[in-house]
Nanobody, 114 residues
């Protein structure tokens, strides 16, 4: 089993920055690609950024140039700069698990106010 716990969400003003963390525990050697998703009220969950075990990354167009995903062993991060009101959402950590269904964290709220 793999468990994921996010932290670092909160309230920030437009143009500000936040750094989210996702800590993995359990059978972390089974984790391959990790990703951040977000879900705003009334909207579908969407991919924000993903990072492979070789540290290849991809980003949603809406966050390119503002967000940076990284990972270090059992932790993954999302540095979010130049935040906009439309970035307000619950952010979820996700991990692909070899030979098993993927795992989700419980989510952390990010609120960007003007």
């Amino acid at each position: 089993q793999v468990q994921l716990v996010e932290s670092g969400g909160g309230l920030v003003q437009t143009g500000g920055s936040l750094k989210l963390s996702c800590a993995a525990s359990g059978k972390i050697f089974l984790i391959s690609t990790m990703a951040w998703y977000r879900q705003a009220p009334g909207k579908q969950r969407e991919l924000v950024a993903a990072i492979t075990s070789e540290s290849s990354t991809n980003y949603a167009d809406s966050v390119k140039g503002r967000f940076t995903i990284s990972r270090d062993n059992a932790k993954m991060y999302l540095q979010m700069n130049s935040l906009k009101s439309e970035d307000t959402a619950v952010y979820y950590c996700y991990a692909d698990i070899k030979w098993n269904p993927g795992r989700w964290g419980q989510g952390t709220q990010v609120t960007v106010s003007s």
